[in-house]
Structure formats: C-alpha cells, structure tokens
C-alpha cells in the first residue's frame, strides 16, 4: 500500500512546486537555477530547473551554506546586492558557480504578495533570469577595504562636527567664543591649551583638551591612509588629473567602478550616479524634473561639491564658453551639478582608456 502511494505523493509535490520530504534532496542535474535570500543567521535557497520548475525550497543556517554549495554542481546563483552580498559571492564564485548581484529594487518587483524569506528567494530566482536584468559587479576585498576607509572617514567627519559644536558650547557658558567654521576651531584649541588664560578652571581645562585632542586626531589617521592608497592605485591617479576630482573623490571613484566597460557610456555612468533629470513622460510629451538622485549618493555629493570648488577657484573652467553660457542661463547650483554631470562622463572615459585627463584648448 505505501509502495503504491508512493508516486501519487511524488506526483502531489511536484504540483505543488516542492519536493516532499520523503523523496529527498533532488538530484544534482535537476537544479540549474538558485535564488539565495541572505541575512545574518538563516539563509532561504529556492532551486528552479532547467524548465523553470520549483525543484527544491530549504532554510540553511550560516555554517552549513557552503558545506550545501559545495555539493552542487555548477549553477546560477542569483543574489539581492546588500552589505554582505559581495563577500558571499567571492566565495560562491571559487566553489565553481556563477554568482549574479541584483539591485534589490530590481527584485522587488517580483514578489507576488506577502513579503517573507521564502517569497524572497523565490523573487531572486525569476528576477535572475531575465534577460532585461541589470547586474551589480562583484567587488574585490580590497575595493571593498577602501570604501571601508571612505565610510570611516564619513563617520569621523560626523564626529568631529559634533565635537566641534559641543567644545564651542562649553566654551561659551565661560564666555569664550570664536568665528563660525572649522578653519577657526584652531584658535579655542590654543585657548584651551594656554595654562596661562584664567577664563577657564583647571577641571574645565583638562575635560576640554581631552575633547581637542579627539577633534584633531578624528579624521587625520584614514586621510593618510586614503593618501597611502590613493598613490599607490593607477586608476585612482588618474582620474585626480580631471579638474574638480581630488584624491578623496578619485579613491571613492576607483573603490566603487568595478569595472568602467559595465557601463555603455559616459552618459550611462552619470544616469547611474542620479546626475540626469528625473522623467516623467507620457503621449509623446518629453518632462523633465530635477535630478533622479538614484544610485550612488556618497559619489554624487563629492561630484557636485568638487564641481562647485572648481567653479569657484578655477580661471580655466570659468573662461571655457560652456560654462559662461550656462551660467548666464541658469542658477549657480544647476551649474554646479551640470558640471558634476560632465566630469563623470570624464571620469568614465579616463577609466574606460587607462589614461591621465587632457584638457582641450579653448579657441579664445
């Protein structure tokens, strides 16, 4: 009798999009497609065939998600792209399976209804094999370790505005006060350091170096240490060569572009940094709003902040007709952010070449 019922809960399974429990795990030739929901401790697997049918759905902990890879055979693995995805996927990748990063707004739309673990993985692995898909690149653990500098120093530069803002409000219920900016923090900070001023009490003065000295040793070890990298990486080199772009943002460039070919263009690069207007456009009619601000916000701000130093401080760019016209036409700030959108097409091209920037003359 259970011999005989055997192939009606076989058949049932199969219906249902699942394996039962009874059959096993399925054979290695059925799976040919992996959607992987990653999270801290519980990993959710959902395995399609080659015909896009379910083969298998399954919970792994942490510690048995490599020992499960490494008993398949060569696969798609389809991934969100999140905090941990790149690491997984270098792992993934030298077990022997081809690992692909999705943006998680790209699969979003893929989950039918209610949201869990499961619905998740199950998105992923449709969201995978669209031909339309857009895909993250897999960074290398020293891309990631630089952008580690950039975000510490991001942190730190937080820090150090609250400390600033903390050590001028101690200071002034003593009534000692300074200019606006941290140009001029330097003079509180000889200030609090002259044992010969009688503004402050001895206490005072002793809880107010410890906070100077947080101030000034805050952001300036991983600047170095931004320098020491920056040096000692070629592409990073040349794209400091491009009016507006300096060390930190050059860094964050090199840290961040995988690869410059993932990108068409220069104008697909500056799309992808939310450089373009936003659209809004139906029956024909073209709108236009202000920029997208998608992608990378972190870049998109050195962008903007380098191309208005550049045009505050820079003789070449301010004669170059473009610029006048533009300004002319537009708000100073538009300005700024369609010369930030003109540098990335040039940092784009820098780094599709391999070689330094070279400015073109400008007929007087």
Known sequence: MMEWMAPLRHLGAKMLGVESPADGEPSMSEIKTIGLDLAKHIFQVHEVDAEGTTVLRKQLRRGQ?????????????????????????????????EVRL????????????????????????????????????????????????????????????????????????????????????????????DESDARLPDLGRRVLQVLAAQIEAAVAELERQ??????????????????????????????????????????EFAAWLGLVPRQNSTGGKTRLGGIS????????????????????RSKATNTDPWVIGLRRRRPSLVVAVALANKTARIAWAVMRRQEDYRRVAVAA
């Open 65 to 97: 998600l490599l020992v499960f890879f490494s008993r398949l055979p060569r696969c798609v693995v389809g991934l969100e792209a999140c905090a941990t995805a790149h690491y997984w996927a270098r792992e993934l990748r030298a077990l022997g399976h």
């Open 226 to 267: 931004l320098m020491a990298w920056h040096k000692s990486n070629p592409v990073s080199q040349q794209l400091a060569t491009i009016p507006g772009i300096g060390p930190i943002t050059a860094t964050a460039i090199a840290a961040t572009v995988v690869d410059p070919i993932a990108f068409r263009s220069g104008r």
């Open 102 to 193: 999705m943006p998680a707004q790209y699969v979003k739309a893929y989950v039918k209804r209610n949201k869990n673990d499961a619905a998740d993985a199950e998105a992923i692995c449709e969201a995978v094999l669209r031909p339309t898909m857009r895909f993250v690149l897999v960074k290398t653990a020293e891309q990631q370790a630089a952008l580690l500098l950039h975000r510490g120093r991001e942190r730190l530069v937080r820090q150090r505005t609250m400390m600033v803002n903390a050590l001028r409000a101690h200071l002034a219920e003593f009534g000692v006060i300074a200019p606006q900016g941290l140009r001029n923090v330097g003079q509180l900070i000889a200030m609090i350091r």
């Open 293 to 312: 601000k998608r992608g990378n916000q972190y870049l998109r701000r050195l962008l903007i902040n380098g191309a208005s130093a550049n045009l505050l």
